[in-house]
């Protein structure tokens, strides 16, 4: 196989099972009992929990406009996730806070990941799935984790 032949097949395997985690995570996170949720939020929830996020912050988190950012804390907000919270030094800002909502679905989130990734660690081993760990987080991504637009 070429080098070429390699970086597409390198590209599609990575690209095809990171849609495939996505989906199954979201689907362990649906039947966990948070059926209004889309994965998106996730992604959303991934920087909320951090803390110290703002609207604007989580735009830029998550690759997209602040407005488009603004509605989807909005949504949140109006699902019981997320609620608004002064911000220390900026009066015109609003910190993003987990409500227990947010943090119970955080972990359904985190149980699902650990289920989801379950089958490749029994098809490799636990060395070799340990291993793959270890190689992917030396290519791993240099900024955050976004959705695919």
Known sequence: MSDADD???FAALV???????????HQRVLDAGFADLRP???FAFARISQGGATAADLAEHLGV?????AQLVDELVRKGYVER???PTDARARLLRLTEHGWACTRAADAAAAQAVQPYRDLLGPERFSALVGDLAALGPKGPI????
């Not at 406009?65 to 950012?69: E, I, M, P, S, V």
């Not at 976004?146 to 637009?149: K, L, Q, S, V």
């Open 7 to 9: 970086a597409l097949a």
């Open 15 to 25: 690209l095809a099972l990171a849609g495939e985690l996505v989906q199954g995570i």
């Open 40 to 42: 998106t939020h996730g």
């Open 65 to 69: 406009t602040k407005q488009a950012a």
């Open 85 to 87: 919270t002064a911000h």
């Open 146 to 149: 976004r959705p695919a637009w």
